[in-house]
């Protein structure tokens, strides 16, 4: 028995390898850091759905599959517009994708499936956003990339080359992770056979928390308190003397920095521009450096991805919502995976129960509490 299923074996893989040693991330061969720099999310979509890299002609007709699937169905958007303002945009999203689950195209087969889910979801999170806020919700454009539409959806306006740049970092960054808590919540529901819309809500559920998606927005909450760079060794010493967890720091599989961690500082340290986000920037890297000295711990993809975001102008409560539309493709993949040699996955527990207790009829139980 491992508590947390630390180092177990679940199953095999072809879709991404993580070295937690040495600090690597692959997709089916190729290095993240690599992709980050060269590739886009609707190139690492086809590579994680198909195991290999796009030649020129089928990049294009799967680009414009997924760049033209990305309209909503009325249900889907009666079902937002009826939704409270206030609500949690996670919320929202797991009811907006049931909702498409109800509104299937049946004609579609499971690689078509897998494109409008991936698609719409980009739709959708904009959607919630406009909703939430009144803003004037755009229709999704066949001529934009998956990443600049995302942008025009969401602000309104065309993003220019350095923000689809940007964005497109933070989707390939995110759309694989192997086994993490959501794509193996993903895959234990595939493996019933239920749908691929129940799946990756399923997913969904499982990456609001905030041990897994739901961290980035803590990230952004703990700089703001904090406030300046100085803040933060009295900040981490309370933080360990109530023996609570630093958000953005620390992982299961990664016993160094997290290369997505790695790869987002980078960009971090170019896009700061402003005052308040190079005082922003410095807390964050004295509470890495501090985590480091003090505990031996490191940041991990949520830790800058929070800075990031909201300089492309994503509001804190969509950053778990972008981090689900980034995180699909990878979902996706898995759940054609074990649909495609499945066995249901069912381990047992371990218990710890009694074995040998006589049922008792209520009345003879003794101890009755009188309301
Ligand atoms: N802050 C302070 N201490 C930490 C942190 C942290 N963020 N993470 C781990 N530790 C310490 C634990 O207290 C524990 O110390 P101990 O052995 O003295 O008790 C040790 O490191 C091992 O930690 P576990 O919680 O057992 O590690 P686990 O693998 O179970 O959990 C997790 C991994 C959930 C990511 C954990 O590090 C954590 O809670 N981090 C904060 C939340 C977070 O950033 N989540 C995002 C993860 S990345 C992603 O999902 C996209």
Known sequence: MSKGLE?????TSAITFIDGVRGRLIYAGYDISDLAEHSSY???????????????GEFESFAADLRSAGGLPLGVLEGIDDLELECDTMDALEMAIAALGIYDDPRLDTLGKAASIASKIGTIVPYIHAHKTGAKHHEPRKDLSFASNLLYLLNGREPD????????????????????ASTFTARVVASTLSDMYSSVNAAIAALKGPLHGGANERVVEMVERIGSPEGVPRFLAEKFANKEKIMGFGHRVYKTLDPRARILRGYAGRIAATRAERNDLAI???????????????????????FVLHHLGVPTYLFTPFFAVGRTPGWLAHIMEQYSNNRIIRPIAEYTGPRDERYVPIGLRGG????
């Open 368 to 371: 009755s509490i009188t309301p």
């Open 161 to 180: 080359a350095f923000s689809e740049k940007l964005m497109n970092v933070l989707l390939v960054l995110h759309a694989d992770h192997e086994l993490n």
């Open 42 to 56: 609707e190139e690492v979509a086809y590579l994680l759905w198909h195991l290999r890299l796009p030649k020129p």
């Open 284 to 306: 964050l890297d004295r509470l890495a450096d501090e985590m480091v000295k003090q505990k031996n711990i490191y940041p991990n993809v949520d830790f800058y991805s929070g």
């Open 7 to 11: 180092d177990v074996v679940a199953g």
